[in-house]
């Protein structure tokens, strides 16, 4: 059968279609994979945070916070693209906010105040996890 330029151009854009749906499907993937890099990242440093509190590492601590911050934020900006979960934006945005206060109370050598962010920063991880994990 002889493909008519019409035929030829409708296959074009099946491809490109196609092309268009594979490129999205992987970037969504793609950050799901590093959803989870940043869920392990969270874990290990809000155990560390509170431990470098504990011990009087300020500068320790406040590397751990800073860092709790940063993913907190790439968190909220996943679940604001993602559209689907208002209450995770709302909930990354505090733990957010509880991360950025331990470099705050740690300056003024406020390590009770820093110790209290961070366990209300860990008591919180549940509270978006009973509601959405696993990814539905
Ligand atoms: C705003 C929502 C939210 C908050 C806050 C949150 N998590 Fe998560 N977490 C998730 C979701 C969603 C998953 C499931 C990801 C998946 O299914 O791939 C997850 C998965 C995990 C995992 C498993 C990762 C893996 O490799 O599969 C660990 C560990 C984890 N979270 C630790 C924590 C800790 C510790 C905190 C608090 C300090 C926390 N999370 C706070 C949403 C959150």
Known sequence: MRSTPRARATLAAVALVTLAATA??????????????WMRAIDRHSVDVQKNIDARK?????ADANELA???????????????AADAVTMSQSG???AAAIPTALAAQDFDGASKAALELSHACNDCHDVHKPFQ
């Open 96 to 98: 957010k906010a509880l």
């Open 70 to 84: 940063r993913l907190y934020g790439l968190m909220g900006t996943y679940f604001v693209d993602d559209g689907h």
């Open 58 to 62: 300020p500068e320790a601590a406040i």
């Open 24 to 37: 999205l499907t992987s970037a969504r993937a793609a950050s799901m994979l590093d959803f989870d890099v």
